[in-house]
């Protein structure tokens, strides 16, 4: 690998993972803030996570648009930047000192930092990382994603550490992280990204950014894309959010079950780093199509054969719902590297970062605000875990197959015809 390939490397690598460790580690200490620091309950807390989701259903396009208008510029990647830098002084001084005399205020301070700053922030900086590495040619997006797991990974056992010792501590990390992120993006030469931009930039002068924002939402490719993109990445958030609680009811001591599941996403994210370096390969020779079909199959597979658990001896239950949950290390960075490579396949570059944010950031979003307490409710009723987990396997299943006929084919998309696309 030239020398300027390794530099670009370590850079994009150092972005993605430097935003990870201080995503990890303010997420982690503001639900401990929640519930031990501020001591909210329940009901308080749902509020407070449906108005980081409301925010970031709205900001998530409006990144991805402004990303799309700034091409390479790294403008919108430093406000960013600035605001993981703030973490400490927002969490963990402003949100604490508001929290004591007005909810209200608490709320709406929570919702516009995780929504813009951390929910938006993750697909812009991903998209952004993702684009760069496929204008420069070096090397695959998955191999440079890899350091993602791995930072989130790193920040959850350092914040179980830094919890039992100084929990503000954790708030630090992110802020330090933050800080990191700007010295490594201020290392970051733009100028080698701009030659693939030229066309794009001539286009412009034809065209508002208004217009294609048009053009984008009146291409009814990018709804069927969209509405596929809606159905697994929700599937795949609606799962993750009550498998803790179902996985703990397997032992005699649910604290042990929370921990054992909290080790198995441990190893789970390692897997998914692992993955990540080999199935660009994959994915170049199945096609973007086909990976993101196959990633619905295994997902609808993994949720259905988890729904079995109960009928499995008592014995081999643990065994069972644990080693199906490590499928996920196969089934997330397949879905996300597909997407992006089924993005560049069927869409003008520019769109990358709006058409990820709003397939992947809004679905998310919708799911939170609308589903999950539905979801939440049905685990109560006579379906439980087993049958709330089957019906929605069937639905990924059912989704997945119609996928086959109405996901697009591979269309010959470059450079050379983008004129001609936005013509059209």
């Known amino acids: 690998m030239p020398t300027r390939a390794v530099r670009y490397y370590l850079t994009l690598s150092a972005l993605i993972l430097l935003f990870s460790i201080s995503l990890g580690s303010s997420f982690i200490m503001f639900q ?4 031990i620091g501020i001591q909210l309950d329940t009901a308080q807390i749902s509020i407070i996570y449906i108005a980081i989701a409301f925010i970031a259903l709205f900001c998530a396009p409006v990144f991805g648009v402004w990303q799309g208008m700034l091409g390479t510029s790294r403008k919108l990647l430093a406000i960013i930047g600035i605001g993981l830098v703030l973490t400490t002084s927002i969490l963990g001084v402003l949100f604490v000192v508001v929290a004591k005399f007005s909810f209200v205020l608490a709320v709406a301070i929570a919702g516009l930092y995780f929504g813009t700053i951390i929910q938006s922030g993750v697909g812009t900086v991903e998209s952004y990382c993702e684009q760069a590495t496929r204008r420069l040619g070096y090397f695959e997006y998955g191999q440079v994603r890899l350091w993602a797991p ?9 914040s179980g550490f830094w919890l039992t010792v100084n929990p ?9 992280s933050g800080f990191l992120f700007l010295l490594a993006l201020m290392t970051l030469d733009t100028t ?28 009814f490719k990018f709804w069927r894309l969209a509405s596929y993109l809606f159905i697994v990445s929700s599937g795949s958030m609606l799962f993750d959010q009550q498998y803790p609680i179902f996985f703990s009811k397997l032992f005699e001591v649910p604290e042990v079950g929370m921990k054992t599941a909290g080790a198995i996403l441990f190893v789970q994210m390692l897997m998914e780093a692992a993955c990540s370096i080999f199935l660009p390969f994959i994915i170049n020779k199945t096609g973007a199509r086909n990976g993101l ?17 109960a009928y499995i001896p008592a014995s081999y239950q643990i ?4 080693g199906l949950k490590l499928l996920q290390a196969i089934e997330i960075p397949l879905l996300i590297l597909s997407t992006f490579k089924y993005i560049a396949q069927h ?10 944010l709003i397939g992947f950031q809004c679905s998310q979003q919708v799911s939170t605000i609308f589903l999950s307490s539905l979801i939440g409710l049905s685990y109560k009723t006579s ?8 019906l929605m396997a069937l639905v990924i299943l059912a989704l997945t197959f119609l996928a086959i006929f109405t996901l697009p084919r591979r269309t010959s998309y470059s450079q050379d015809n983008v004129e001609a696309i936005a013509a059209s």
């Open 32 to 35: 401990s803030l929640l519930r």
């Open 150 to 158: 791995l930072g989130v990974s790193t920040a959850t056992v350092m």
């Open 168 to 176: 503000y501590i954790c708030f630090w990390v992110s802020s330090v």
């Open 192 to 219: 080698p990204l701009e030659r693939v931009e030229e066309t794009s930039a001539a286009l412009l002068k034809k065209k508002s950014p208004l217009e294609y924002i048009r053009a984008l939402v009146g291409n």
């Open 293 to 309: 079909l196959i990633a619905g199959a295994i997902m609808g597979i993994r949720i259905l054969t988890i729904s079995l658990t």
């Open 319 to 322: 065994y069972w719902a644990g």
């Open 347 to 356: 869409f003008e570059e520019r769109f990358t970062a709006t058409v990820f």
């Open 383 to 390: 379906l439980g875990y087993t049958g709330t987990y089957a």
